[in-house]
């Protein structure tokens, strides 16, 4: 069974740091795509960036580039997002997903949420002044 589990949540300061993990465990085999997504409150879930488990290079939403970076550890099944210069507006509930079907190439176009079926259960994020 797909489990997924976010953690690393909490509060930061503005213009401060934080990194979100998630662990991913039961696919049967390591050809699947993950992703960061958050929502905030009254807002729709938005997408952070994608990253296929096989690895290449993270696919990020435009307003996303610069701050955040998406990594993982292959050997640990981990999921890492470092977030920098944290601004207000990033406040959110963070989520990992992944999902089998999303093949390599569309993971590296960055696909949307919708396209994911197996989710965390979230990891919130809070921004102070």
């Known amino acids: 069974q797909v489990h997924l589990a976010e953690s690393g949540g909490g509060s930061v300061q503005e213009g401060g740091s934080l990194k979100l993990s998630c662990e991913v465990s039961g696919f049967p085999h390591n050809n699947y795509c993950m992703g960061w997504f958050r929502q905030a409150p009254g807002k729709e879930r938005e997408r952070v960036g994608t990253?296929?488990?096989?690895?290449?290079?993270?696919n990020y939403a435009d307003s996303m580039k610069g701050r955040f970076t998406i990594s993982q550890d292959g050997a640990k099944n981990t999921l890492y997002l470092q977030m920098d210069n944290v601004k207000h507006d990033d406040a959110a509930m963070y989520y990992c997903?992944?999902?089998?079907?999303?093949?390599?190439?569309?993971?590296?176009?960055?696909?949307?949420?919708?396209?994911?079926?197996?989710w965390g259960q979230g990891t919130q994020v809070t921004v102070s002044s």
């Open positions: 997903a992944a999902d089998l079907q999303i093949d390599f190439q569309t993971c590296a176009m960055g696909p949307p949420h919708p396209l994911f079926d197996n």
């Open positions: 990253i296929h488990r096989r690895g290449g290079t993270p």
